[in-house]
């Protein structure tokens, strides 16, 4: 089963329009970390936001914040104001805790390409 | 600036070679690295964990002895892909934990491999 999904292959924004980029997960584990990242055509992945599953309020970093509700296991990315420069991949990850295993490396969904529109 | 190291970041090869990619964290001791695979417009996928003096641990249907590991210092992983051949092509990018951070995941720029 999938870990973690993006259901979006690919969005459209209207420059300084908000958007939403989905992502839901799957763990059974009580302590995991939820990531997201940009890949622009660079290949470099940059780092965004991150969301601890105890933590108690959603995560927000400038014009990115996180959306989370764990009861559903979702943890949407929203970008308020898009800029032509936010057009690019981005990708959620999870993290799960000590009790899946010693390397807890990143598990990335399929991305989603997001392309602001001028 | 960049806190992981990468190099190179791009190599084009003749198929049968050998190529070998760096991976440093530049401020911070990084007792595991990954190494993540990753095709045109598709996902990372994780091709094995690195681990400081000791054996890498791959992931399912990557080939050990293809894809050589040595994590030799606290500071530097090494992949080589050895007798690289055309379906090797993709571009290979490596991240490396600080363990005194909660989010401290950090990656390289990647490397674009080109067999001929």
């Known amino acids: 089963a999938q870990k973690i999904t993006q259901t979006q292959p690919g969005m459209f924004v209207q420059e300084k329009e908000a958007v939403t980029l989905d992502c839901t997960y799957d763990?059974?584990?009580?302590?995991?970390?939820l990531f997201w990242y940009k890949q622009p055509s660079s290949g470099e992945m940059i780092f965004l936001i991150y969301?601890?599953?105890?933590?108690?309020q959603n995560a927000t970093e400038g014009r990115y914040s996180l959306n989370f509700q764990k009861a559903r296991k979702s943890a949407n990315l929203v970008i308020s104001a898009s800029q032509l420069g936010d057009s690019a991949m981005y990708f959620c990850?999870?993290?799960?805790?000590?009790?899946?295993?010693?390397?807890?490396?990143?598990?990335f969904g399929s991305g989603t390409q997001l392309t602001v529109l001028p | 600036g960049a806190v992981v190291s990468q190099h190179p970041s791009r190599v084009i090869c003749k198929s049968g070679t050998s190529v070998k990619i760096e991976c440093r964290s530049l401020?911070?001791?990084?007792?595991?690295m990954f190494w993540y695979r990753q095709f045109p417009k598709q996902s990372l996928m994780l091709m094995a964990t690195?681990?400081?003096?000791?054996?890498?641990?791959?992931e399912q249907g990557v080939e050990k002895d293809k894809f050589l590991i040595n994590h030799a210092s606290l500071t530097l992983s090494t992949l080589t892909v050895t007798s690289a051949h055309p379906e090797d092509s993709s571009f290979y990018i490596c991240?490396?934990?600080?363990?005194?951070?909660?989010?401290?995941?950090?990656f390289g720029a990647g490397t674009r491999l080109s067999v001929l």
């Open positions: 690195s681990n400081e003096g000791s054996k890498a641990t791959y």
């Open positions: 401020d911070f001791q990084a007792t595991t």
């Open positions: 991240s490396a934990r600080d363990e005194t951070l909660r989010t401290g995941m950090y």
């Open positions: 969301q601890g599953s105890y933590d108690q």
């Open positions: 763990t059974s584990d009580p302590s995991y970390g």
């Open positions: 990850a999870m993290r799960e805790g000590r009790s899946s295993g010693s390397a807890r490396q990143l598990t």
